[in-house]
Structure formats: structure tokens, C-alpha cells
């Protein structure tokens, strides 16, 4: 089920891995990890819009069923008056057939219809049509529920496979190669950085001498309350460990972390962090100022809090704590201000 949503088959840890190769596996799986984190929360998000509008199919249904009950208790009161003035008019008979179009097919019963009672019966069949597509789209909501709910259990079995393959891996390790692995890691995310910045660099030089004047980036005010307290908060949660799909208190992922510390504000974001980029304003990476949210990769799988003199603060992958990091340490996708 993990593999057809793109989790490396790896195998189990081999004893004999090289540093070399145990770095290579434990990089890959934790890309892994992250990247299907976000799936999973961008899944959370469709399945909580999904279960609102099967919440308002569902009140429709009520709300029609008692337009139905009301239209054939009209017919009903027909049918007693036709009653008592000599029998129930077969049109009256089409609203508790058990195939009520069939009936009408009838000629004579369709020279009645066209005679006695039309808008009642209108009414009723209208009613039932409304009723009977209420319930249609509630069926294709529930179904699109189910749906999401297996994509959900798929990530879920995703993440979890990767991490314990990533455990493995490192169980295998001494202290020692742990942190240079870890080391290692870093510098290559701090190259690669580099090394898309210098790509466009030309690009951005340009954008900051539009957008300010004089080519040497915008003054950074001093951030705002609001912006302070998200940065105080994320900062305080220093040392907290990594863990998918944790919003705190003591453990985090990415996006938890930076929609609680947003929550600080007042402002309330989304759990993925490619719907967070949506939140507010979107501002350039020149524009920077404490508290903005610095999103990265392609597609977008990671986001951080901007502290300002190119620092950010992140949850930054399994295995790792939360801790403060240069701007520039992953790919720079985007940048957003809440608020």
C-alpha cells in the first residue's frame, strides 16, 4: 500500500552499509517522511471541507423530506375532498402508486392530470425529484469521504514504514558516525540552498533594485506585537523534538509548529503547509521581516518561521529537534505574512 504512494522500497538495514550509502538511505527516507506529512495534512484539509458539505447534504435532506411530507399531506387533503364528492380523482392515485411515472403514462390518467389538481401534483413530483438529488449528492460526498480516509491510512502507513526504516539504519550507527552523518546532511542542504540561489541570483538582484531603490534590500521594521509573539513562541520551543503530524506541546512538525505559533496571534492557519502559503500576504524573499513564514522545495513540503538577520526557526525533519537555521538552508520556495 506505502509503495504505490511513493515510498522507497528499502530494505531492511543491511549491517554492513557504508556511511556513504547509510546516509544516503536515512536522507532519502526522511525527504520521504516529510513530503508525505504534507500529503497527509493537505488530506486532513479535503477530508474536513468534505465532511462540511456532506454535514449541509444531510440538512438538506431533512429540510426536503418534511417539503415532501408537506406537499403529499396537500394531495391527501385533496384526495378526502374527492372523497366525499364521489370517489378519489385517479390523478390523486398517482402520489401513492408505487411507480407514480408509469401511472401518469397512462392517457387518461394524463387527460386528468391535465384537468384536476396539476400544481399539487407538480408540487409533489417536484418535491420528490429535489429530495431524491439531495440524496445523491450526499452519497457522492460520503463517498468522497471514504476516499480520503484511505489516502489518509496510506500516508499514515507511508510515514510510519519510512520511519522505521530510517530507525533501523541508524541503530546500526555509533554515536560517533550519527553526528557526522547529521553534519554531513546539513552542509549539503546549505550547498544545495547555495547553489539555487546563485541560479537565480541575478534574477532576485533585480527584484530587490524594483523594489527598493538603491539594490541593498528594504529596511526591516522592528516586528509588530502580533509578529513578536509568534516569534517568541517558536523560539521557546527550541529543543523540542521532530515528530509528524505534532502540534505540540512538546513534540512538533513543521506546519504544527508554525500554525500554533501564528495561533499566538490570533491568526488561525491551515495544517499543510502548502495551503499556509495562501494565508495573507506573499512577500518576497527581500521583503523578509520577523515572523513572515518561508516556505521550501517544489512542490512545497516545508515551512518556517522568518526571525529575522536571515535566521529562521523550524521543526525540521525526524530525528531532529527545533532549532534556528539559515534562511538560505533549503531550496527557497516562497514567503508569506499572515494576518
Known amino acids: 500500500m506505502a509503495a504505490g504512494i511513493g515510498l522507497t522500497n528499502v530494505a531492511h538495514a543491511d ?38 458539505r456532506l454535514e449541509r447534504a444531510e440538512n438538506a ?21 374527492s372523497y366525499q ?37 407538480d408540487t409533489v413530483m417536484h418535491e420528490r425529484r429535489q429530495l431524491e438529488q439531495a440524496k445523491l449528492m450526499a452519497d457522492e460526498e460520503r463517498d468522497r469521504m471514504e476516499a480520503i480516509k484511505e489516502r489518509i491510512e496510506d500516508e499514515k502507513a507511508s510515514i510510519e514504514d519510512a520511519l522505521a526504516e530510517s530507525e533501523e539504519i541508524l541503530d546500526g550507527l555509533e554515536e560517533e558516525e550519527r553526528q557526522r552523518l547529521e553534519e554531513e546532511r546539513r552542509q549539503r542542504e546549505r ?8 541560479s537565480r541570483g ?22 509588530n506585537e502580533r509578529a513578536q509573539a509568534v516569534v517568541d513562541f517558536a523560539m521557546a520551543q527550541r529543543g523540542d523534538m521532530y515528530e509528524w503530524g505534532a502540534a ?15 495561533e499566538q496571534a490570533g491568526v488561525s492557519l491551515p495544517r499543510s503547509s502548502s495551503s499556509q502559503i495562501e494565508v495573507g500576504t506573499r512577500v518576497s524573499r527581500s521583503q523578509l521581516q520577523p515572523g513572515d513564514l518561508v516556505f521550501y522545495y517544489n512542490p512545497i513540503s516545508h515551512v518556517a518561521i522568518y526571525i529575522g538577520d536571515g535566521q529562521i526557526v523550524h521543526a525540521t525533519s525526524p530525528g531532529n529537534p527545533v532549532r534556528t537555521d539559515s534562511v538560505d538552508l533549503m531550496p527557497f520556495a516562497g514567503a508569506s505574512r499572515p494576518g
Open 248 to 262: 505540540g506541546p512538546d513534540t512538533w512538525d513543521c506546519s504544527g509548529l508554525t500554525s500554533k505559533a501564528w
Open 61 to 81: 435532506i431533512e429540510k426536503q423530506e418534511a417539503k415532501v411530507e408537506e406537499a403529499v399531506t396537500g394531495m391527501a387533503g385533496f384526495a378526502a375532498a
Open 202 to 223: 541575478d534574477d532576485r538582484d533585480s527584484e530587490s533594485d524594483e523594489e527598493d531603490g538603491d539594490g541593498d534590500g528594504p529596511d526591516v521594521p522592528p516586528p
Open 191 to 198: 550547498e544545495e540552498a547555495a547553489e539555487e540561489e546563485n
Open 85 to 121: 364528492s364521489g370517489g378519489i380523482d385517479p390523478t390523486v392515485r398517482t402520489i401513492f402508486a408505487d411507480d407514480p411515472v408509469s401511472y401518469l403514462g397512462q392517457a387518461s390518467l394524463l387527460d386528468a392530470y391535465a384537468r384536476q389538481q396539476a400544481a399539487q401534483v
Open 15 to 52: 549491517p554492513d552499509l557504508t556511511l556513504d550509502e547509510a546516509r544516503e538511505e536515512v536522507d532519502e527516507l526522511n525527504q520521504e517522511v516529510v513530503e508525505a506529512t504534507e500529503r497527509y495534512h493537505v488530506a486532513g484539509e479535503e477530508l474536513d471541507e468534505v465532511e462540511r
